[in-house]
């Protein structure tokens, strides 16, 4: 015998959920199963989102003068030299 609420967690496969346990401990999470002797869940995430009052545009729009491209030449070089010293160290065995 399935359990009362079986048939309407089936209809919410796929969707978020909270899952209260008989203990009181409450699952948060992605319904992705369910079985007649329990439910499957994938944990979401429980982060403080950042919300802000402005969009991207408004503070270009506000402040024009403020915002200003920024080149780095000094990544270039640094990305150059650990991509030498890797190959370098895969080379060393084939040379000795």
């Known amino acids: ?5 079986y048939y309407q967690a089936v ?7 909270y899952v209260q ?3 009181g401990r409450v699952y948060r ?5 369910v079985l007649p002797h329990g ?6 995430p429980t982060q403080a989102a950042l919300m802000s ?6 503070v270009f729009k506000t402040h024009p003068g403020d915002v200003e491209l920024i080149y780095s030449p000094v990544s270039y ?4 030299a650990l991509a ?3 190959v370098a160290a895969l080379a060393a065995p084939l040379w000795w």
């Open 1 to 5: 015998m399935y359990h009362p609420l």
């Open 11 to 17: 209809r919410l496969r796929g969707q978020p959920v």
């Open 21 to 23: 346990h008989v203990n």
């Open 29 to 33: 999470g992605t319904l992705m199963s």
């Open 39 to 44: 439910v499957y869940l994938m944990p979401r």
């Open 53 to 58: 009052d402005f969009s991207q545009s408004d």
């Open 77 to 80: 070089f640094a990305f150059g």
């Open 84 to 86: 030498g010293l890797g």
